[in-house]
């Protein structure tokens, strides 16, 4: 986990556990002591209510951690399935779990086992009885170890396995495999918190055919409202896996074809449509009925007909009493478990009814979802899907274009100025070098968020530079815009360091100066050049071969 997924953690923590917690029992303690104490102790709580879905408030009060915990930092009695889980949880990113700590988990595991509640805190004593019934009761002792490190230490692993081995001395309903409760899992479970619902529903389909080649797959026809119903109750989550989401009727041919089509004849719909594909992660046949069937479905998703079932909702909302029940499509439906990519496969094959850019495929990256749910914890929007809402950028909304902009002109490769005036969609095609750099697979959201937010007062701020000047130098403001930003940028990276999303005033703050002798330094060794040149300021600027070694010069002159 990076150090900006440990912090969103760790506000997690204090925002939905901390307040829940026991008292921790020494109070003499600085403030900051405790504060940190009790984030630490909530990671306990965190990894209970994962690992068993439990309401927070219930994880909480089942945390022990405190000073003197002889190694257990939470106990919790799962009756529904008589199971006792033990907890120990470091809340460290850098130092593995030790030997020590596995020592130290171990002997109070052994304690609590065979009852010696004198060794522990006042947090476990206070639930003795509770304890006591627990042990009478499990049928299971689960060991639990959460951590955040990379890895659990051979050494620690050795102590833990040779404990859990001897049967002999142990209460044999202690089992031999302890849960590891890593960072992957950990991420996993802390970007869930911001996950589109899964679509679980079902669907008649007409005539089905099931086809076995490699994939479970059924093909046949659904009755157009159906799709229209599902798309009523679940909006965009029922899209969640296609490239983007309905771009509304004004945006294609193709829709308005379609709105004609349900009002002149729906009964001819079927064969002037190019169907929907849809991918489900379980698919149930149920009973079969005078040629059709029912089907259950888990994790729906229509990843071709987006715009067929967006436009035939938006006429059927318009046009109540138009009868479209005759209206039928194909559909191919295919089974893929969760985390298979073959799902992104189909998804990039099959969208090309309506214009396809490369940037739309970008949606299929998982990269952005995940930088969707990131900046979702400090209540930023971020936009990477094609959708007809209006997400016009503001404070709280991103688009992906505007990140990637920005991402750009942080980026070290003095390319990227004449990329962004010259070729700005290599940015957005995820096949892309230029895509791979300004998004790379450890890209954390809040340096996202910043490299934007920066951008914005640095176009705001040149904007009106340009608007004041005239002449050579109102041009070299207009077209050089990408080369005094990424001058800026790149002499202050560490702008973007932060464990926070810098406000628009700290964005101002930061650039009023930097900027302001870049622009200068920019203006006065461009015009020099240009008076040397036949090129005027946008041949100039679009040119990799004079902007490139332009921005190095620049760049290792400083300012």
């Keep these: ?62 945390v022990v951690d405190d000073y003197e915990d002889n190694g257990l930092d939470a106990i919790h009695y799962h009756q529904a399935s008589r199971r006792l889980f033990i907890v120990q949880a470091k809340l460290r ?12 988990f171990v002997a109070g595991v052994r304690d609590l086992v065979n009852q010696k509640y004198e060794r522990f805190n006042k947090n476990v004593t206070d639930r003795q009885s509770e304890m006591e019934i627990a042990l009478d009761d499990a049928t299971e002792i689960l060991p639990v170890i959460a951590h955040v490190s990379e890895s659990i230490s051979e050494h620690a692993k050795a102590v833990i396995n040779h404990f859990l081995a001897d049967r002999e001395t142990l209460d ?50 659904v009755a157009l409202t159906d799709l229209v119903a599902l798309y009523t109750k679940h909006g965009n989550r029922l899209l969640e896996k296609n490239i983007r989401y309905f771009l509304g009727t004004s945006s294609s041919g193709v829709n308005e ?13 079927f064969h002037l449509s190019n169907g929907v594909t849809a991918t489900a992660h379980t698919i149930s046949p149920k009973a079969s009925r005078d040629g059709s069937r029912r089907f259950e479905l888990k994790g729906l998703s229509i990843i071709n007909g987006a715009q067929t079932v967006g436009a035939s909702h938006h006429f059927t909302t318009a046009n109540p009493d138009v009868d479209i029940s005759a209206a039928r499509v194909l ?3 295919i089974q893929v478990a969760p985390g298979d990519r073959f799902g992104a496969d189909v998804t990039r094959a099959r969208n090309h009814q309506n214009p396809v850019s490369p ?24 936009r990477y899907r094609p959708e007809a809402k209006d997400t016009t950028p503001g404070l709280d909304v991103i688009m992906i274009d505007e990140a990637a902009e920005a991402l750009a002109l942080f980026h070290p490769d003095p390319g990227f100025p004449v990329t962004l005036k010259r070729e700005p969609s290599k940015l957005l095609d995820s096949s892309s070098t230029e895509y791979a750099k300004v998004f790379p697979r450890d890209l954390e959201g809040r340096r996202l968020a910043n490299a934007v937010r920066l951008y914005r007062r640095a176009c705001t701020v040149l904007a009106e530079n340009e608007h004041a000047a005239s002449g050579t130098e109102k041009l ?35 650039l009023s100066i930097p900027l302001d002798k870049w622009r200068e330094k920019v203006r006065a060794a461009a015009a020099a050049d240009l008076d040397a040149s036949v090129k005027g300021p946008l041949a100039y600027f679009r040119n990799l071969t004079n902007t490139r070694p332009f921005v190095v010069k620049l760049r290792e002159a400083g300012v």
Excluded at 93 to 104: C, H, L, P, V
Excluded at 173 to 197: C, I, K, M, N
Excluded at 359 to 382: C, G
């Design 1 to 62: 986990m990076t150090e900006d997924q440990i912090a969103l953690l760790k506000q997690q923590l204090s925002q939905v556990f901390v307040p829940h917690l026991p008292p921790l029992l020494d109070l003499t303690k600085p403030p900051e002591h405790r504060t940190d104490k009790n984030i630490s102790r909530a990671f306990a709580a965190f990894s209970l209510q994962k690992l068993l879905k439990l309401a927070p408030v219930t994880a909480a009060k089942a």
């Design 93 to 104: 990113a850098i130092q593995t779990f030790s030997q020590e700590d596995a020592q130290s």
């Design 172 to 221: 044999g309903r202690l089992q031999q495999s302890w849960v590891d409760f890593g960072p992957t899992q950990v991420l996993d479970e802390l970007l869930a918190e911001h996950a589109t619902a899964p679509v679980d529903d079902s669907l008649l389909i007409f005539g089905a055919q099931r086809i076995d080649i490699q994939r479970i797959t059924y093909c046949g026809q």
């Design 257 to 269: 074809a379609i709105h004609e089509t349900l009002r002149t004849g729906p009964a001819n719909f």
């Design 331 to 333: 559909l191919t439906l």
């Design 359 to 382: 940037s739309h495929f970008a949606a299929l990256d998982d990269i952005q979802e995940r930088l969707r749910r990131e900046l979702a914890f400090d209540k930023v929007m971020y």
């Design 476 to 510: 070299i403001y207009r077209h050089g815009r990408y080369v005094i930003m990424w001058l800026a940028f790149n002499a202050h990276a560490q702008w973007l360091k932060r464990d926070d999303v810098m406000t628009p005033a700290d964005a101002s703050a930061l």
